[in-house]
């Protein structure tokens, strides 16, 4: 069994902060893709930042140049550090990795919970 935990999320006023963080737990054998993923009210689900375990990372175009997502495969963490925020930032985050469970050796899709993030005066 591999879970998700994510923290962070919030209000904050346009212009503003946060950042949100997700770290796995489990019998992890290796990670390949970690990133976030967010949903707001009446959306679909869209990809905001991908980190793949090559090094390339993609970014929504609407967020480029504000959030920067890390990684840190010790730690099975990846965070997403949120600049600048605006109203159409709000949604609900969630954190997502691909992996292999040890042992098994079973390959696994997992979501986290979901976070909200609400952008707003």
């Known amino acids: 069994q591999v879970q998700l935990v994510e923290s962070g999320g919030g209000l904050v006023q346009p212009g503003g902060s946060l950042t949100l963080s997700c770290v796995a737990s489990g019998n992890i054998f290796s990670i390949n893709t970690m990133g976030w993923y967010r949903q707001a009210p009446g959306k679909q689900r869209e990809s905001v930042a991908i980190?793949?375990?090559?090094?390339?990372?993609n970014y929504a175009d609407s967020v480029m140049g504000r959030f920067t997502v890390s990684r840190n495969i010790n730690t099975h963490t990846v965070t997403l550090q949120m600049n600048d925020l605006e109203p159409e930032d709000t949604a609900v985050y969630y954190c997502y990795m691909d992996l292999w469970v040890a042992v098994t050796v079973r390959y696994l899709e997992v979501w986290g919970q979901g976070t909200p993030v609400t952008v707003s005066s």
């Open positions: 980190a793949t375990s090559t090094g390339t990372i």
